[in-house]
């Protein structure tokens, strides 16, 4: 039987407001006159009638459950972003083996595919850079290549993720450009005082991989550390 309201007269309004400023003033009200809540009736959504008491409780069990839902997608967070930590850390202490800039070149595109959800990693070394001709890998070298059109993602200095221009797509994929649907473009800058010596492109096939809203500390520390590797290399072979 569905509960019928009785509204109040027009004349009472102000009245109904004042009752509920009142019962929110005096949240013990229902404690002190629990008689009421045998008679209070409110309408379910089947079109049942259920008790105030048995209302509280179906609207508790939904606020549980949406809390659990809750902290299971944190929990889901939290320890992806351990399996990501714990991959970075391995990559890091891989870096620091390498013998050479070639082998890092090799190493990180490598690397980045298999343990990064990755189909292509491209490294272009910019002019002005402390890195020889003769250093640079045939993958990376910046010959034929026209980098201006990344001026304004290294004048910015930060990782940038998403759809990425198709110009700036052929330029750091080559023949694979077409392919990408999302990318994470980081400028390889050792501190804020530094210089830009390059571009890190990771791509992927999967438009959802590389979002503009994604979170890019990973990718800045990823750039530290490169840019502090592949330095040293050049140090050593001066």
Do not use: W
């Amino acid at each position: 039987m569905a509960v019928q309201k009785k509204p109040l007269p027009k004349q009472d309004k102000t009245t109904e407001h004042d009752i509920v400023q009142y019962l929110r003033d005096h949240p013990d009200f229902f404690e002190q006159h629990q008689g009421l809540l045998a008679d209070m009736m409110l309408a379910h959504e089947s079109g049942s009638a259920v008790s105030l008491i048995e209302r509280q409780v179906s609207i508790l069990r939904e606020q549980k459950d949406d809390a659990r839902v809750k902290l299971h997608a944190l929990i889901n967070v939290a320890e992806k972003n351990e399996q990501l930590n714990q991959r970075f850390n391995r990559l890091i202490l891989a870096l620091l083996d390498t013998q050479s800039f070639g082998q890092v070149v090799d190493f990180i595109q490598q690397r980045l595919v298999k343990d990064f959800d990755a189909h292509r990693v491209s490294i272009r070394v910019l002019k002005g850079s402390p890195v020889s001709q003769q250093q640079i890998p045939e993958s990376a070298s910046r010959d034929h290549y026209n980098l201006e059109v990344f001026d304004k993602v290294i004048e910015n200095r930060n990782p940038v993720c998403g759809r990425l221009p198709m110009d700036q797509l052929e330029q750091l994929f080559n023949d694979d450009y077409e392919k990408i649907r999302s990318a994470a473009l980081i400028p390889l800058i050792k501190d804020d005082k530094s210089d830009c010596i390059g571009l890190l492109a990771i791509g992927s096939t999967d438009k959802d991989r590389f979002r503009a809203d994604m979170g890019t500390l990973f990718l800045s520390h990823l750039s530290k550390v490169l840019t502090r590797v592949i330095e040293k290399h050049v140090a050593r072979s001066v």
